[in-house]
């Protein structure tokens, strides 16, 4: 299957400081990748369908200015979290499909801890 | 908005024994459904879909069960193994080619 990575898989930082989280499709080219967050043994929410060479769709409830989504290439989204707050604190999780209605990939998720 | 399952139960199966997981979908407009198995610290991992132009697809171990009557699906393991132990997530397909998860099931595997 195609394969979706994102990087880094851990980070922390202080609070008041922006976070920059990547997702690549390996193999394929994704003109459409989706954002999810995922608390502790909850469901993954939505937060937004970045889209190459335009801009985001963000869900309802979803801080436009507070989660910065850019897709600047067929193979690379990036989700930056500015002035992060401990309530930030989560897995965010990057996923693309080949094609509309068709499986889709997900990467390994990356832990975001705010201190 | 949209859900898809609204509980977050734990099965607890003894090993070898079969598994059924079940989901509750509420946008009957849906034509597209993926299981989806999680571990701790990891994303997602496909099992398999179904389309809404089918009600079973078997995969190896698996098979998922569609009723669009009552908006239902179910995951089937058969013989489970210790390494099936995870949360296991149905989603649905909704506006935009966006994916709508359930609450999630989580599956203990008991030796």
């Known amino acids: 299957g195609a394969v979706v990575s994102q990087h880094p898989s851990r980070v922390i930082c202080k609070s008041g400081t922006s976070v920059k989280i990547e997702c690549r499709s390996l193999d394929f080219q994704a003109t459409t990748m989706f954002w999810y967050r995922q608390f502790p043994k909850q469901s993954l929410m939505l937060m937004a369908t970045?889209?190459?060479?335009?801009?985001?769709?963000?869900e309802q409830g979803v801080e436009k200015d507070k989660f910065l989504i850019n897709h600047a290439s067929l193979t690379l989204s990036t989700l930056t979290v500015t002035s992060a707050h401990p309530e930030d604190s989560s897995f965010y999780i990057c996923?693309?499909?080949?094609?509309?209605?068709?499986?889709?990939?997900f990467g390994q998720g990356t832990r975001l801890t705010v201190v | 908005g949209e859900s898809v399952g609204l509980h977050l139960p734990t099965l607890s199966v003894q090993e070898g024994d079969n598994s059924i997981i079940n989901c509750a979908y509420s946008n009957s407009a849906s034509d597209y459904f993926i299981w989806y198995k999680q571990e701790s610290g990891k994303g997602p991992q496909f099992i398999i879909d179904i389309r809404s132009n089918m009600d079973k697809r078997q995969g190896q171990r698996v098979t998922v069960l569609l009723n669009k009557t009552v908006k239902h699906l179910s995951l089937q393991i058969a013989a489970t193994q210790p390494g099936d132990s995870a949360v296991y997530f149905c989603?649905?397909?909704?506006?935009?080619?966006?994916?709508?998860f359930g609450a999630g099931t989580i599956l203990r595997v008991k030796s």
């Open positions: 996923s693309a499909s080949l094609q509309a209605n068709t499986e889709a990939f």
């Open positions: 989603a649905e397909n909704g506006d935009g080619n966006k994916l709508v």
């Open positions: 970045s889209n190459e060479g335009s801009k985001a769709t963000y």
